[in-house]
DNA sequence: CCCGTTGTTGGTACGGAGTACCTTATAGAC
DNA sequence: GTCTATAAGGTACTCCGTACCAACAACGGG
């Protein structure tokens, strides 16, 4: 059931083929035959092993989405932003893992339409994924089916922010830009009852608003650090 | 240059035969052959029409592009937001108007995996459309780029939520429930310079708190009627 | 009236994706 | 050893999409 080490270097040979030819030759130059031949297998174990020629450029791509699953399944209602956060963080940290060739990918894409379909087609998985359950921890909200299907949209929009900058290598440090990005996508994240509208609150006291500002600063930095 | 209505009706007959065998007997089991026939033309000109088979389902999916393009192109730094929401509906209207043709199309585009990536890559070129204006439009902000990413995600979600109650028939009123859905969208837009943060306010006044209330509450009712 | 010109259509042929089916080989299980 | 199951290769087929060519208007100018 789990994991063969020889059938996953098939699959790897594979793949390694499919990149090289893509690069050298085109996407569409390719045929699936080429890259069977160049892995040293048939053509028909290619297709038993992708499915699609389209497939081999998104290997791990169910992968991923089931842990993305499963970190959302562990959230507790206290810890959802934070679980939010963190399942994105996965996505991201797996193309950083790959590093050129997550570059690859992105320069192989962005040339072939056919791909680029493709592939905004596994974006919108991972974003119905993150509406699914945001649209059960929102559903008590006024507007919360729609609000959870928009935040689902942001985190995704965020996600693909960061990734295509650090793709298109304009950040050293994309981490931290990932972080301030899930900061602005999760000020739509309201757990349920906390209303969206700012509060006014009118209160006699002696103390002078510079003592009140004091009291109230630690706050907002807890809030937005 | 312009439309003729000779070739329109080509077209025309052409969408109106692949519909009709596509609810017959799928959208597998239906050849492009099958088609042209039925239509009473030849496979190559299907083929000139269309480009492929999957088009046929979105035939008028470049020109709903174009006006979304000239909407936007059209408003004044003022009229922005009005803007927005109005080149969003034009979409809506659009499938409004399609009736029942639309609703025949969402039954299809649902039952094929196919169809739905293509579905979504135009979706996609809708959003990258907003992208780009908004890009422009909120480049002094601050995290200006990202955040008007995510507006255009917002903007294009909140249209699709709409749509799909419509499409299945949960509302009837699609256009009030769009207004609502586009209020919660624009929250994201902030006119250059208006921080989207809360603010604390410190006085001495001796004033009662509800005749301080009294004097903030038209401000409330004006902003969320 | 004929004749090029141009644009639109149908037909044919071809390469390649993806599927179905059959055969082969390798590895355990007994 | 033999039997069985599973992975692999091979072959043939359908259909998409493209390229190319032939037929056939429409049309204006000679």
Chains 1, 2 share one sequence.
């Not at 905004?120 to 993150?130: K, M, P």
């Not at 950040?171 to 990005?181: G, L, V, Y």
């Not at 509208?197 to 809030?223: F, G, H």
Request: avoid cysteine; hydrophobic fraction near 40%; charge should be negative.
């Amino acid at each position: 059931m789990s994991e063969k080490p020889r059938s996953a270097t098939t699959k790897d040979r594979l793949v390694a083929a499919a990149f090289e030819l893509f690069e050298e030759r085109g996407f569409d130059a390719t045929t699936a035959e080429d890259i069977a031949r160049r892995a040293g297998v048939g053509r028909t174990t290619f297709f038993r092993a992708f499915g699609s020629k389209d497939d081999v450029i998104f290997p791990e791509h169910e992968e991923l989405l089931g842990r993305i699953d499963q970190r959302l399944a562990a959230a507790t209602p206290a810890t959802r932003a934070l679980a939010l956060s963190e399942a994105t963080r996965v996505v991201l940290r797996h193309y950083l893992d790959e590093g050129e060739l997550a570059r690859a990918r992105y320069r192989l894409v962005g040339s072939v339409p056919a791909l680029r379909a493709r592939e905004t087609g596994g974006i919108q998985q991972y974003q119905r994924l993150f509406a699914r359950w945001l649209r059960e921890w929102m559903s008590d909200l006024s507007d919360g089916q729609l609000r959870a299907d928009l935040l689902a949209a942001d985190l995704v929009t965020a996600h693909n922010f960061v990734l295509r900058r650090w793709l298109r290598d304009q950040t050293s440090d994309p981490e931290s830009e990932f972080d301030q990005a899930m900061r602005v996508a999760l000020e739509r994240y309201q757990p349920s009852g906390l209303e969206p509208s700012s509060a006014v609150v009118v209160l006699r006291t002696s103390a002078t608003p510079a003592a009140i500002q004091a009291q109230l600063q630690p706050l907002l930095d807890d809030e937005a650090p």
